[in-house]
């Protein structure tokens, strides 16, 4: 067996993040990153956006050169999923067999949700990982007709690919209104323009009956609609979700979500079994997460990369600095790129009001605040890249609400 140090389960973004981190710290011991994939680690936004419109098959868009694991003295596992974990005897089994740890950050991430009854019919897919973009990459080189299910980030960017090679699209989207938790409805109405203004069908309020195959009964020919309406298509991306991958924890102590599976962490992300008590030596980070967000005052679990990047490295920290853990707190921002316009937001979406500026003429972007008491809860921008940043700091102070809408108004200008 190999010596006790930090192990780290998921060699994606967060993983990654916890290795260095733990170095930056002065971390010496051994440490070992456990993988599931055939790759080493890779970055995730790439594969929905560049990668899929790109002219050559798509490359593994890898987060660090091969020799930076090396040179950092970090094991990289690969192929390796962990199949079980021994809080007590502080042992991470996975198909490479047993690691033990002294240290554990578990940063496995989450995969996409599947649309029941869907396995086995060729022409769906779902957008993840790396084999996924190949296959729907080869698909969008010949003429196809393409159905999205769910009008979510990776859902409208797939769109925005398939528009961009001049394929009919079609988003359906059960929920009156797309995008509702992330951005709120009016928000959420603001982005979808987007899809109207660049050919994509969307219908909404309507769900998946079933698929249609073709006669042969294995490829997809199109989508019957919980109206009757049948939606063409032979390529279907299901964009509905992800779920945090924890099936390998569940005969353990690990405290996990009831409602998604994720990983209940306290404010320092240390990991807290099912009775709600810290598990010694375990940490989570990244989208497998739910921890309470002190600036929020609010549990989270955020599927965005800043958060999943910037969680992995305090999680690594307070395992291995040998100081009082620190709490985490974060402003959760994202980003998405439909047609060539950026999305960014900043914050939360729950809010009391929604304030839309633009400038008079409509060009040079849109800003939206939102308003929760006296305070900017949230800011989105839709093609305004030099200002996201800038607003961060109202929504971390205080009755930030009135120099917020003023600020926004000498922007747009
Ligand atoms: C297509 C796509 C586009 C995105 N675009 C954006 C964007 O534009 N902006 C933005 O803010 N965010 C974006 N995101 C979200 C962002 O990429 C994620 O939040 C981030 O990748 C999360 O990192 P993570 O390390 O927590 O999880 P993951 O990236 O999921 O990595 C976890 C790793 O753990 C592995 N693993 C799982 N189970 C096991 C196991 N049992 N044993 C070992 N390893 C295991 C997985 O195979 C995976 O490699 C996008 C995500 C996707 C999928």
Redesign the pocket.
């Known amino acids: 067996m190999r010596n006790r140090g930090l192990v780290v ?9 916890a290795c260095e981190s733990a170095r930056r710290e002065g971390f010496s011991g051994p440490i070992t990153l ?4 055939s790759h080493v ?9 560049e990668l899929l419109v790109g002219e050559a098959s798509p490359a593994v868009p890898l987060l660090r050169e091969r020799g930076r694991f090396t040179e950092l003295d970090i094991d990289v596992m690969t192929d ?4 079980g974990l021994d809080t007590r005897a502080r042992v991470v089994g ?1 198909g490479k067999g047993d690691v033990p740890y002294q240290h554990l950050v578990i ?6 949700r599947e649309l029941p009854g869907t396995s086995g019919i060729s022409g769906i897919h779902t ?3 790396h084999s996924d ?1 190949e296959a729907v990459w080869k698909r969008l080189q010949s003429p196809v007709r393409v159905v999205v299910i769910g009008a979510g ?2 859902g409208a ?1 797939v769109a925005s690919a398939a528009r961009n090679y001049g394929h009919p699209v079609t988003i359906v989207e059960a929920a009156p209104a797309p995008l509702t938790r992330s951005l709120g409805a009016e928000g959420g109405a603001l982005v979808t323009e987007l899809h109207a203004a660049n050919g994509t069908e969307l219908v909404l309020g309507v769900g998946v009956e079933s698929m249609i195959t073709d006669s042969t009964g294995t490829t997809v020919a199109g989508v019957k609609l919980t109206d009757g309406r049948v939606v063409d298509g032979d390529l279907v991306v299901v964009g509905i979700g ?1 779920a945090p ?1 924890t ?2 924890l569940s005969d353990t102590d690990i405290g996990l979500d009831a409602r998604d599976g994720g990983i209940e962490c306290d404010a320092t992300l240390a990991v807290l079994s099912s009775a709600g008590l810290p598990v010694d030596g375990v940490w989570a ?5 739910h921890w309470p967000n002190a600036l929020f005052d609010k549990r989270m679990r ?8 910037e ?2 490295a305090a999680a690594a920290r307070n395992a291995v600095s040998g100081n009082s853990p620190m709490p985490f707190t974060t402003v959760p ?5 439909w047609y060539g316009t950026r999305i960014q937001f900043v914050g939360t979406s729950q809010a009391d009001e929604l304030l839309v500026q633009q400038r008079r003429d409509k060009t040079g972007g849109t800003v939206v605040l939102y308003r929760s008491g006296g305070r900017v809860a949230g800011v989105l921008t839709i093609g305004r890249p030099d200002l996201i940043m800038k607003y961060r700091r109202f929504v971390t102070a205080p009755d930030s609400w009135v120099s917020g809408v003023n600020y926004g108004a000498d922007q747009c200008r």
Request: glycine share 10%; proline share 6%.
């Open positions: 389960v998921g060699a994606g973004l967060a993983g990654v993040a456990i993988g599931a994939e680690p890779y970055d995730r936004p790439p594969l929905s956006k390796a999923p962990a199949v996975t940063a496995c991430g989450a995969r996409s957008l993840r990982t973009v980030f990776i960017e992800a991958s099936e390998w980070a990244g989208d497998v997460a955020l599927e965005h990369w800043a958060s999943a990047s969680q992995g921002y994202f980003w998405s790129d």
